[in-house]
Each structure stands twice: as structure tokens, then as C-alpha cells.
């Protein structure tokens, strides 16, 4: 599978069979220019998973994709034509399969009403859990889509996740709210404490490049 990361929570999955855009929000950039979408999927209603502004053209400029979103995004997309999917569903994606995961956005606090978060796994091998701690269906994931920062995270959850999951491989996301020394922090502390057997790899992210993974 060719991954590319686009910053913070948006990444592209080219399965040689189907194209997946996930969570093209407003903290990642260089995904504007995309053709050949099948899927444009959201992980939740958050801005930096989903940027209306952006929408739209991506859309045009890819008229077969298909708008796949949590059941609390569906009002932010309502004059779209979209599909609401939810945890437990199953989705037949050009020659993906899709499962949907999880079910709510981690706690940010409790004054913070809580919302839906859907978790998608690609091919039961690549998984993109969105904000929260969405465990893997069955063991032998080939990646896990990690969390780096964010104001629910704490780090030692995320590496205790990270050692629940023990994918092959534990590609970071969701980093730009860290600086620059707050990414190295992390990073540093997820690839020391990650389980025996996972790789911890960070993407090109200046020009995005795919990655086989």
C-alpha cells in the first residue's frame, strides 16, 4: 500500500485498487491538487479533519469520489451528496474494504460535549483511528495511523495504545500542534517505548511523498 502524508491527521491510501483520502482538514496542505479519488472519508467534525473551504473543490476536481463521514459531520456536508457511516459497518470502496471503528472522540474534558468519531481500517491492514484510542479488530495490523499530540492526549496513554495495538509498523499523525522540539519529544519517547516488533517510521512531509507501507 502507498501512503502519503499530508501533515497532521491527512493521509492518502493508494491500495493499487482504490484511492482513499482521509481527513483533509485545515493543519494539512499539499492534497488540494488531487485527482483520481475514490474516497473522501472523515474521521470526525473537527476542523482539523475537515476543512469545508477545501471541500468543494477537492470534490469537483473529483466527481466519482464518494463523501464518506461520521454521523456528526453529516450536518457540516449536508448540501453534499454523502454517505454516514457508522462503527460496525462495513464499506466496499472500488477494490478497498473499509470496516468503521470506534464510536466517540477521545475526552478533551468533561465540560466538552463528546461526538461521534469513526475509526476506519483499510483492508484489515492500515488503520487511521481519528481522536481516539480505537483498538484493532485482530492482531498482525501492518500500520497504525498514531496520534502524536493533541489536547486529549496524554503521551503514555498513546504509547500504552501503541503497545495494545503492536502493528507492524507506527506511522505519527495528528502532530501539528507540537512544535518542533514537542515532535522530537514525542517522537522520541513513542519509537524508545514502542513494542517489540513495531517500527516507528515518520513520512516525508515536505513535498509529501508516497511511502510503501
Given amino acids: 500500500m502507498q501512503i502519503t502524508h499530508f501533515g497532521h491527521a491527512c493521509v492518502l491510501l493508494d491500495t493499487g485498487a482504490a484511492r482513499l483520502l482521509i481527513d483533509p482538514g485545515l493543519f494539512s496542505t499539499g492534497f488540494e491538487d488531487l485527482t483520481g479519488l475514490n474516497a473522501i472519508m472523515i474521521t470526525h467534525q473537527h476542523f482539523d479533519h475537515l ?3 477545501r471541500l468543494d473543490p477537492l470534490l469537483r476536481a473529483n466527481p466519482d469520489a464518494r463523501l464518506i463521514v461520521d454521523a456528526g459531520s453529516a450536518e457540516k456536508v449536508a448540501d453534499r451528496e454523502h454517505e454516514v457511516t457508522r462503527p ?4 466496499q470502496v472500488a477494490g478497498a474494504r473499509v470496516d468503521v471503528l470506534g464510536g ?3 475526552v478533551i474534558h468533561p465540560d466538552v460535549p463528546m461526538i461521534p468519531n469513526n475509526g476506519y481500517l483499510v483492508d484489515g491492514t492500515h488503520l487511521h483511528p481519528g481522536d481516539a484510542y480505537v483498538p484493532a479488530p485482530q492482531p498482525g495490523l501492518q500500520v497504525l495511523f498514531v496520534p502524536a499530540g493533541a489536547p ?3 503521551i503514555g ?3 500504552d ?3 495494545a495495538v503492536a502493528p507492524r509498523t507506527a506511522v505519527p499523525i495528528h502532530e501539528a500542534v507540537l ?3 514537542g515532535q522530537k519529544v514525542h517522537y522520541g519517547l513513542l519509537e524508545q517505548l514502542a513494542p517489540e516488533g513495531t517500527a516507528f517510521r515518520v513520512l516525508d512531509r515536505e513535498p509529501p511523498a508516497p511511502t510503501t507501507l
Fill in 179 to 181: 512544535s518542533k522540539a
Fill in 88 to 91: 460496525g459497518d462495513t464499506l
Fill in 51 to 53: 476543512d469545508a473551504d
Fill in 161 to 163: 495504545y501503541l503497545r
Fill in 152 to 154: 486529549w492526549l496524554k
Fill in 157 to 159: 496513554e498513546v504509547v
Fill in 104 to 106: 466517540d472522540h477521545a
